[in-house]
């Protein structure tokens, strides 16, 4: 595709259910992120993947948050036992490379999470 | 601990008139960028500068980056209520791959 899919658009889940959010980066961006943005406020960092080296998981908040990346394709974020502090929207992003000072991140649209 | 201070956080104004967004921090950022983001929709980039004292235009836009790149701003001349929306300045440190936001700056512009 043309840009950054995310699925699905909206979710609305129960307090401890697990969930799974999907990005489709652009085809030939190594790199690929995900980030949390709560109502109102800015982007919070969670996770980074660039190529075939371990990801960086240093904004995951807690082990509840996990993210999976099959190459330099698709990406899943995997949130267990869910939390009403879980409720925002997941952004995923990619770009060429990670880390380039130049090197833009496209955004996808979104998931936005509502835990009941 | 926010690294990247936006100010203000609301701005509401008339078509035509002029504004500043502002975005500090205590620590060096090796570039800064400007999303704009509208409801429903990721943020889009506007521009990255990366030169201490750099100074981008983009049409009615403004950007620069401090000149020891630990802060920037950016100057809309003339809005309109197309520019209103959610801006957001964020920081890369080399080969850190992640961006650092700052909370953003709400926009809006009435006719």
């Known amino acids: 595709g043309a840009g950054v899919s995310q699925s699905p658009s909206n979710k609305v889940t129960e307090k401890g259910k697990d969930v799974e959010l999907r990005c489709d980066p652009i085809?030939?961006?190594?790199?690929l992120y995900w980030y949390r943005q709560r109502l109102g406020q800015g982007l919070e960092f969670l996770i980074y993947?660039?190529?075939?080296?371990?990801?960086?998981k240093s904004g995951l908040p807690s082990d509840r948050f996990s993210a999976e990346r099959t190459g330099e394709s698709v990406s899943t974020l995997t949130i267990q036992r869910t939390q009403q502090e879980d409720s925002a929207v997941y952004l995923c992003?990619?770009?060429?490379?990670?880390?380039?000072?130049?090197?833009?991140?496209?955004f996808g649209p979104g998931t936005r999470l509502t835990v009941l | 601990t926010q690294l990247l201070e936006q100010s203000p956080q609301f701005l509401s104004i008339q078509e035509g008139e002029n504004l500043t967004v502002y975005c500090n921090s205590s620590?060096?950022?090796?570039?800064l960028q400007w999303y704009r983001q509208e409801p429903g929709e990721g943020p889009v980039l506007l521009v990255t500068?990366?030169?201490?004292?750099e100074v981008k235009k983009l049409k009615r836009l403004t950007f620069q980056f401090g000149d020891a790149r630990k802060d920037s701003s950016l100057h809309i001349t003339a809005a309109q209520p197309g520019d209103t929306g959610l801006y957001l300045c964020?920081?890369?440190?080399?080969?850190?791959?992640?961006?650092?936001f700052g909370k953003g700056t709400k926009l809006s512009v009435k006719p």
């Open positions: 085809s030939g961006h190594t790199a």
């Open positions: 964020a920081g890369g440190r080399g080969s850190q791959g992640n961006l650092i």
């Open positions: 992003a990619s770009s060429f490379v990670a880390g380039a000072a130049r090197n833009t991140q496209y």
């Open positions: 500068v990366v030169t201490g004292g």
């Open positions: 620590s060096v950022f090796s570039s």
């Open positions: 993947f660039q190529g075939n080296s371990a990801p960086d």
